[in-house]
């Protein structure tokens, strides 16, 4: 059933269009993503929707009765009420009623003797009591706790005043109180902004229990992956809708664009022919009729747009002319915090020449700080930091405070590089977006995309070896963010980042490195490798604490069932452990053969290079004699 029908919508600037004849359906049960580019209008639409702005054409049809709840991008809660008040605000009906209830079984008991007022009483309560269990009226408080638990508001928070909040903490409130709220139609407009990672999954898993429809505009691939069902592409003025999530979305478009190539192409092959045909024909009097025909048939064809190509899109290259030493980071028994507050210790980190090391964990637990403590903008509060030779150093702050305000998009590049002619400034800033008068613009009146560019175009131009990247998607578009990840994968240095964009980490990092209040540990893989292996952990603890505690001989069958799986799992995983360790065994005493030639002992480059291959293939035997012992240890246990 559908509870809103766009018909025909537009919204003009002037002569300027933003969009037009847009039509989009919400079902009931809808689960649509809406996607384009920065700046193409979404939120505009999306306040036009839920009634904040009106259409200058078309018009928006809704059920009657329709609960709408609407997330603007970065609002916060605006309330004088505590975390908790705020919340329990949103309950205030079942509240009323609770409050009738207790009336009622008092007055049941004064009117107790009096049979017909006490028959009207019972039914009134019988009644509201039906009510109020179907409105999860004994479970309300419950479902407050476990949806602030669930955005990181611990029980230490519920007396705080919400005005003393951040402003991403009161993003987050705000939008605990969508949830709590549950409209018919929940629209958000980027709610990933302000999550970490363990927030942006548990809000994930709620969506997709979510009994209403979801509309969502997100630049988070792997949030749209998960809970799209439907895509509408808002794109050069028009709305095109696409079956499926975010990646069948993007196969699907590519298709339709090279079928609408293949039209396109036929028919302005037909004009051509048909319009020489005219020119060379329409004079001749013994051919003018047929011409005549032929413009008619022009005249009346319905001529197909050009197919959206390419658009403009940045083009970002980070070179490297000095190549670093192999080892390019270590930090050894570490520890961050402020003043006397330590949060997270031990770090241990050994990043190596070309690795593309990921940072993650949750929000305060210090991955920035970590990453300025390498910069030397932060004192480790314990251990020592240790860059290796000829390593360069280019940092990405999140929070751009490497920009300047006052200054121009061009002065901010150029007066860094004051010897480059200003057509090479020029040319820098055309490949980021930035051209003709824009380079003008001071970096003050710049929109958080604008300045992540700008940002990112500085860090390509210092042409450093070894890249520490705060948060480096956070402002960009979609595909902004695809063409970072290309000129990452094809960067020949060294990259230690944090990101809270699963998608931007699975398709960068090799290794994943999760900062706790316990300090790091490593994890040799993707983003969707490390998910599997905390998954695997917590299995193994979980059943490490069932073995001590008391048992119900009901489980028994079960735990035995689970024990063994999992004992077989470990059993695999180290027998390939010691495969791939021989195979690894072999190379390294191949390797030092080799080494030992005499033409390579009085080759001092090619000596270097078996070296440093040598220290690689150490290094990746002791990470695996790591991981062959822990699951040697967590096979002893289970046994």
Known sequence: MIILQCSNIARFFGADVLFENIQLDIDEHSRIALVGRNGVGKSTLLKIIVGKESPDEGQINKKRGLTIGYLAQDTGLLSDKTVYEEMLSVFSPLQ?????????????????????????????????????????????EAEIRSVLHGFKFDASFYDQKVAELSGGQKTRLALCRLLLLRPDLLVLDEPTNHLDIDTLTWL??????????????????????????????????????????????????????????????????????????????MVRASTTK??????????????????????????ILFSVPTVSGNVVLQVENGAIGYEDEIISEPINLDIRRKEAVALVGPNGIGKSTLLKAITGDHPLLKGTVHLGSNVSLGYYDQEQGQLHSNKTILSELWDEHPLLPE??????????????????????????????????????????????LDEPTNHLDIDSKEVLENALMDYEGTLFFVSHDRYFINRIASKVVELSENGSKVYLGDYDYYLEKKQEEEEIAALLKEETAPESPKKNV??????????????????????????????????????????????????????????????????????????????????
């Open 96 to 140: 009323k009623m609770e409050k009738r209830l207790h009336q009622l079984e008092e007055d049941m008991v004064t009117f107790a003797l009096d049979a017909e007022k006490s028959a009207g009483l019972f039914k009134e309560y019988e009644q509201l009591q039906h009510d109020f269990k179907e409105q999860n009226g004994y479970g309300y």
């Open 204 to 281: 994930e898993n709620y969506l997709q229990g979510y009994r209403g429809a979801l509309l969502l505009v997100s630049h988070d691939r792997y949030f749209l992956d998960h809970l799209a069902t439907e895509v509408y592409d808002l794109s050069r003025h028009k709305i095109t809708r696409y079956q499926g999530n975010y990646s069948k979305y993007l196969d699907q478009k590519a298709q339709q664009l090279a079928t609408d190539w293949k039209t396109y192409e036929k028919q302005q092959a037909e004009i051509a022919k048909l319009e020489d045909f005219v020119a060379r024909n």
């Open 290 to 315: 047929r011409a005549q025909s032929r413009q008619k048939a022009l005249d009346k064809m319905e001529k197909m747009e050009r197919p959206q190509g390419k658009e403009k899109s940045a083009k």
């Open 423 to 468: 057509k090479e400034i020029r040319t820098v800033l055309g490949s980021f977006l930035f051209s003709g008068d824009d380079v003008k613009k001071t970096v003050a009146l710049l929109s958080g995309g604008e300045k992540a560019r700008l940002s990112l175009a500085k860090l390509a131009m210092q042409e450093e070896n070894f890249l520490l």
């Open 558 to 639: 079960f735990q035995d069932r689970t024990k063994q799986k999992a004992t077989r799992t470990l059993q695999r995983e180290i027998t390939a452990l010691e495969e791939e360790l021989e195979s690894l065994e072999e190379k390294i005493e191949t390797l030092k053969l080799e080494m030992a030639q005499p033409e390579n002992l009085q080759d001092h480059l090619k000596l270097l290079e078996l070296s440093d291959e040598l220290d690689r293939l150490n290094e990746t035997q002791g990470n695996l004699l790591t991981t062959w012992e822990e699951k040697s240890i967590a096979l002893e246990e289970l046994e």
